[in-house]
């Protein structure tokens, strides 16, 4: 359980201090120690380690208010959890996998996909073997429904986790109910139930629905004379109700969870000793002091997540302003290359311009020859004629040549000046591109990343007659508040149930399942039996 300790020397001294200190109960797996008495003095087993267990003896009322410390808080929370475990207390299915979320999230913290992964909880014991045999579910499924419900607390702290799993399990019917076995006057078996709101009696088949109930602002005297206990009501008129224990140290039990109870019922209805007082105002701070510590350490990975998106996009930007420089460079390659074509075609036309010029210079040539040699005669004038005028054929079209090629030059030299002023434009985007990666808009250079390369006799004791009809008037105000705080968690509770009922086998239903299902339908809960039941039914 909570803790373990081995028999040794200087133990008995240990307890008696720790006993004054918490409301605990230290017991072995037969009975409870004494502190009066040296340990091996009592029924204790013989062998050896011997195995003790530090449990809380009084279950408050409400978790919440009355455990101020956390470790308090925490080993309440294990106790209370192996109980359920155990099905020493009584929870329906769709109680207990909202119980198992709330664990999960105290021992893992927030639910992380990357993390818990399906088969994360193989190896946990989360649930009641009676409700796992309940339903044809298979493990991964119930994995699945815990799961999702434990996505959902994302958020809360370790503490917070228990304290919500402890104000679900302190509505269980069974919560903190210590079950005795009684027989009344005629001889009937009977259970005897104590807790921290008063005493129920039971049938022996039945430990969720009391007969009857004596809550401690009615009761005005409790005692017992060897083995006959008697519970006599504050209500003089009422029945007084006598039963019998089987042995006189169950009576002495008896007694010491009446007296316990009792007074811590009315203690919770007093205002805190300054003691009390001091320290919730201690766990105040502490959790104050926590809260801004997880507020603080929240803002740290907020503005790390923020730092790691920024660098991400920086990092983004510039392999775009990597991508865009190197299309850059690309188109000024290829401006380079055409202006280099055009600057050869230009050379080239040129070249033939001056070729066609030379030779119509030369038919200019052949043509005055011709002339010369035409006076030679009328034949050969006119042959020369038709000579010249072929010649002069010749050279039109040769001008004409000479002229189409001229402009063919002059058109390769425009085109050779726009290449030129495209391969301008180029280097000055470029010059542009390479500017904004290293000076980014809005953004100072020193900001840039640095990671990116980028007892035997007769006993009595009488309870005070303390203005009972106020206590008994608070007790009702606080049973309506706390029913108005439980709807929430109630319709929570009906999802999950509605959501697996489909699945269950009712063959397998305990008598504890048929009982609870009845009351659920009739609207029956523990805090409404007082109210249902009155005490002199018991005495018949």
Request: hydrophobic letters at 35%.
């Amino acid at each position: 359980m909570a803790s373990t300790f081995a028999a040794k020397m200087g133990f008995n001294s240990l307890m008696r201090k720790q006993a004054k200190t918490f409301n605990v109960r230290i017991s072995t797996m037969e009975s409870d120690l004494e502190f009066s008495c040296e340990v091996l003095d009592q029924e204790v087993p013989k062998e050896e380690p011997i195995t003790f267990h530090f449990l809380a003896k009084f279950y408050p009322e409400n978790a919440e208010e009355e455990l101020v410390q956390d470790i308090t808080q925490h080993l309440f929370f294990l106790q209370v959890k192996k109980k359920i475990l155990d099905e020493e207390i009584h929870c329906p299915p769709e109680a207990s996998v909202l119980l198992a979320s709330y664990a999960v999230h105290a021992e893992y913290g927030d639910y992380d996909p990357a993390v818990h992964k399906p088969g994360f909880l193989a190896e946990e014991e989360l649930l009641p073997k009676r409700v796992i045999n309940l339903y044809q579910m298979t493990p991964e499924m119930w994995e699945e429904r815990i799961t999702a419900c434990y996505a959902e607390h994302r958020g809360r702290t370790r503490d917070e986790a228990e304290m919500e799993y402890l104000k679900i399990a302190q509505d269980l019917d069974m919560y903190g109910v210590n079950y005795f076995l009684i027989r009344n006057k005629k001889g009937t078996d009977l259970l005897l139930g104590v807790d921290a709101l008063g005493l129920h009696i039971y049938e022996p088949d039945n430990k969720l629905t009391p007969k009857c109930s004596f809550p401690w602002n009615e009761i005005r005297n409790i005692s017992y004379s060897d083995k006959e206990f008697t519970i006599k009501p504050l209500d003089k008129k009422a029945n007084v109700f006598k039963f019998n224990s089987s042995r006189l140290r169950v009576n002495k039990l008896i007694l010491q969870l009446c007296i316990g109870n009792h007074d811590l019922f009315m203690r919770r209805r007093r205002v805190d000793s300054l003691e009390v007082q001091q320290m919730k105002a201690q766990a105040r701070e502490e959790r104050a002091r926590k809260q801004v510590e997880r507020q603080r350490l929240q803002r740290e990975k907020q503005l790390r997540e923020e730092a790691e998106r920024a660098r991400d996009e920086l990092k983004r930007r510039l392999i775009q302003l990597q991508d865009e420089a190197h299309m850059a460079n690309e188109a000024l390659l290829r401006s380079e290359q055409t202006a280099d074509l055009l600057a050869e075609k230009a050379q080239i036309a040129e070249e033939e311009a001056k070729l066609l010029a030379q030779k119509a210079a030369e038919a200019e040539t052949e043509m005055q020859r011709i002339k010369v040699t035409a006076i030679r005669g009328q034949e050969e004038r006119r042959l020369m004629e038709q000579k010249m005028l072929e010649a002069k054929m010749v050279a039109l079209k040769m001008a004409e040549e000479s002229e189409r090629r001229a402009k063919e030059a002059e058109q390769l030299k425009q085109d050779l000046l726009e290449a030129r002023d495209s391969e301008r434009r180029a280097k000055n985007k470029l010059l542009e591109i390479t500017s904004k990666a290293v000076y980014s808009p809005g953004l100072a250079p020193d900001s840039m990343p640095q990671d990116v390369s980028f007892s035997r006799e007769n006993l009595s004791f009488d309870f005070k007659d303390t203005d009972m009809k106020r206590l008994s008037m608070e007790i009702e105000k606080e049973k309506v508040e706390y029913m108005e705080k439980s709807k929430h968690l109630q319709e929570q509770l009906n999802e999950l149930k509605t959501e697996i009922e489909s699945l269950k086998l009712k063959e397998r239903e305990t008598s504890l399942d048929i009982i609870h299902n009845q009351n659920t339908e009739q609207g029956t809960s523990k805090h409404s039996n007082f109210k249902k039941v009155t005490p002199s039914s018991a005495a018949t």
